[in-house]
Nanobody, 120 residues
Framework: EVQLVESGGGMVQPGGSLRLSCEAS????????MSWVRQTPGKRPEWVSG????????YTADSVKGRFTISRDNAKNTLYLQMNSLKPEDTALYYC?????????????WGQGTQVTVSS
């Protein structure tokens, strides 16, 4: 059974940092394109960052470029999103998702999400 479990969210002040983790089970992360997606109430999901299978080329949305970094630990079968210089507009529910590296993947394989709140 494919499972994705996110963790690492929380409340942080503007300018702060968080690292999100997504532990995968039931498949090998390195064999699939993966993305981080975020969503706020009443809005469509927004693709944030992605990583290709294999060699793992990475891609990042302009809105977070230079602040967020996606990475993958194949040994731990875990996906990460390092978020620095956080802004209030980064507040959202963050999901890891399997399927595409540069688009919002279908909801078939999303985790349950982890809440990130940026507020002073």
């Amino acid at each position: 059974e494919v499972q994705l479990v996110e963790s690492g969210g929380g409340m942080v002040q503007p300018g702060g940092s968080l690292r999100l983790s997504c532990e995968a089970s039931g498949f090998r992360l390195s064999q699939y394109a993966m993305s981080w997606v975020r969503q706020t109430p009443g809005k469509r999901p927004e693709w944030v960052s992605g990583i290709n299978s294999g060699a793992g080329a990475t891609y990042t949305a302009d809105s977070v470029k230079g602040r967020f970094t996606i990475s993958r630990d194949n040994a731990k079968n875990t996906l990460y999103l390092q978020m620095n210089s956080l802004k209030p507009e980064d507040t959202a529910l963050y999901y890891c998702a399997r399927g595409f590296a540069r688009l919002v993947p279908p909801r078939d394989y999303w985790g349950q999400g982890t809440q990130v709140t940026v507020s002073s």
